[in-house]
């Protein structure tokens, strides 16, 4: 296994011609399971494309991952290249890719692992081309964040203008887009934050703001009709006695929470999946200003692996970006 200090200087100039650089995780445990390692560039078959990384979103998943927590959902192979979403440029297409070309900027959430490396072949299908304005930075920390936070307001079968929706987690990338996204629908969102992150999250529309450290939510708020965990653990078991009597609760972070509801509570666990028909609009609104995406930190390369436990940990509002070029 090689260590992440034996290629720290090591730039793309001087690299084999045909490899780049992939952070790969070899066992589960700690930050120390990664190692940053030199993989041969794969060729894009029918309907795939190469692409250049560029950037790349840091995600509660790698963590999760990591530490062996969803090894029963995701069952990888190690050593495995970790990373869910990113911005770079094709390079190359296979055969039958129509509409794009060499040199095209391009994002997306993968659906899979495999971002943290230089080189990626992803589906033709699964792209969305970078708008104008945007960054890779900026791209990169659009399409899990931003996807994840928009189906988890489709799941409800109510319209939700007027409604009461609660969101735990609110300062995260997802809990960021989830906001403003039940505010455009005209809810009456109830956010729970950090200390340091309420004028974020007030900043973004939010009708109320709780300090989750200091306050108890289950005090404050009551029949709430969409109940959105970004959190887990025991706020999932907190959140039942605060939903109206037709309410329902969506969890990313508790994929037991349907088992978890008290008889005549309705619980639902979402998993993100694909739609680049919207995330190309929304990747537009950022683009134009008539969305926010907050960037809490970029990082290099090398350093994903601290950051990947800061995502753990606890960190600024927004999300952890890293940029391949730094």
């Known amino acids: 296994m090689s260590q992440l200090a034996d290629l720290e200087h090591t730039n793309s100039t001087s690299r084999p011609i045909g490899h780049g650089r992939a952070l790969r995780l070899h066992t589960y445990g700690s930050p120390e399971s990664f190692s940053v390692d030199s993989v041969s560039v794969p060729d894009p078959g029918p309907g795939e494309v190469l692409v250049e990384v560029k950037a790349a979103g840091v995600n509660g998943l790698d963590w999760k991952i990591r530490d062996g927590h969803v090894r029963n959902i995701f069952r990888l192979e190690l050593p495995a290249t970790l990373g869910i979403e990113m911005a770079g440029v094709v390079l190359q297409t296979g055969p039958g890719v129509t509409g794009l070309v060499r040199g095209d900027r391009v994002m997306a959430a993968l659906g899979q692992c495999g971002a943290y490396a230089d080189h990626l072949v992803i589906d033709a299908e699964k792209l969305v081309l970078t708008p104008e304005g ?118 990313i972070a508790a994929p037991d929470v349907a088992s978890r509801a008290p008889q005549g509570r309705r619980g639902v666990f979402l998993s993100n999946r694909p739609d680049t028909a919207r995330l190309a609009e929304i990747a537009q609104q950022v683009a134009t200003g008539a969305l926010r995406s907050t960037i809490a930190e970029v990082v290099g390369f090398y350093d994903l692996p601290s950051a990947i436990e800061r995502n753990r940990t606890g960190h600024a509002p927004g999300k952890i970006v890293a940029d391949f070029t730094r």
Do not use: C, N
């Open 134 to 251: 945007l960054s890779d930075v900026e791209a990169a920390a659009i399409p899990v964040a931003a996807m994840t936070a928009w189906h988890v307001l489709q799941v409800v079968d109510f319209d939700l203008s007027e409604r009461r929706v609660l969101i735990h987690g609110a300062a995260g990338g997802v809990g960021s887009f989830a906001v403003q996204f039940a505010k455009a629908a005209g809810a009456i969102v109830y956010a729970t934050a950090s200390t340091k992150s309420l004028p974020h999250v007030r900043s973004l529309g939010a009708d109320k703001v709780i300090d989750y450290r200091h306050q108890h939510f289950e005090l404050l708020v009551a029949d709430i009709d969409l109940v959105v965990d970004l959190v887990g653990g025991d706020v999932v078991d907190r959140s039942w006695a605060v939903l109206s009597p037709d309410g329902i609760l969506v969890s």
